[in-house]
């Protein structure tokens, strides 16, 4: 039986894919943890003042979220490296999707980051309900924006997830599991752009096995690496 190859490109990118993947999980963990409670849906007297209160941990949460996205944007040509020999067309588009995610994920940051922080500077001293309410809405939007942003990461994840499906680089198990979140994901997107009210819970419940995905393909890809594709998977070894 002949064995394809892994050129030395796909291994180096496999361990670039695997510990961008671990570096994205981790950051985005951290900022939910230390900046998750600035947040006071309804109240955006309460978030303006935590804000102030706390304004060197938010700067440092915006600077996370554009550290992600210059990631999204290492991990997304690492994938497409590994992946282009499958079907050169569907990883391209792949890649296409993940750089749009990005790109939006980038205005994001400064719609609902940057832009509070300019406002709230400006009125140093002369904080107005008007004020508040502003500096509420562009943190609402950035946060709806988020929806457009998992979008593009739901597409360009399906793909380069089918694609190691196809490719059986990695197991077949874990490509079909990141089909799975990443179609869930893309799906709750679209209908927390129709329905914004669904209860909080669904997206935690939905979200949390995607950012567990992700974690265990960043650990597969970054220590076991690629398989070739003609060694047999574990048990499907013909006799």
């Known amino acids: 039986m002949t064995i394809s190859t892994i050129d030395e490109s796909q291994r180096k990118s496999a361990k670039v894919a695997g510990f961008s993947y671990v570096l994205i999980i981790l950051l985005s963990v951290l900022k939910l943890i230390f900046l998750g409670n600035l947040m006071v849906p309804g109240n955006d007297a309460a978030t303006t003042s935590n804000i102030r209160a706390h304004e060197l941990l938010f700067r440092v949460g915006v600077a996370s979220d554009v550290i992600v996205f210059v990631l999204v944007v290492v991990l997304s040509l690492a994938l497409y490296v590994i992946l282009r020999t499958i079907n050169k067309s569907l990883a391209l588009f792949a890649l296409l999707m ?21 406002l709230l ?71 927390s752009i129709v329905s914004p009210n669904l209860p909080e ?17 960043g650990l597969w890809l970054g220590f076991k690496g690629l398989r070739p594709p003609g060694i047999a998977e574990p048990g499907k070894a013909s006799a």
């Open 121 to 191: 500077n400006r009125g140093a001293g002369s904080e107005t309900d008007q004020l508040r309410a502003l500096v509420g809405l562009f943190l609402s939007a950035g946060t709806a924006g988020l929806n457009i942003v998992l979008i593009f990461m739901g597409l360009g994840g399906t793909v380069f997830c089918y694609l190691f499906f196809k490719s059986k680089y990695i197991p077949g198990i874990l490509a079909a599991w990141g089909m799975l979140t990443y179609l869930s994901m893309l799906i709750l997107s679209f209908v």
């Open 98 to 118: 993940r750089f749009g995610e990005a790109i939006l994920g980038g205005l994001i940051t400064l719609l609902g980051g940057l832009i509070p922080l300019l």
């Open 201 to 217: 819970m669904i997206a935690i419940v939905l979200y949390t096995p995607g950012a567990l995905f992700e974690l265990i393909i």
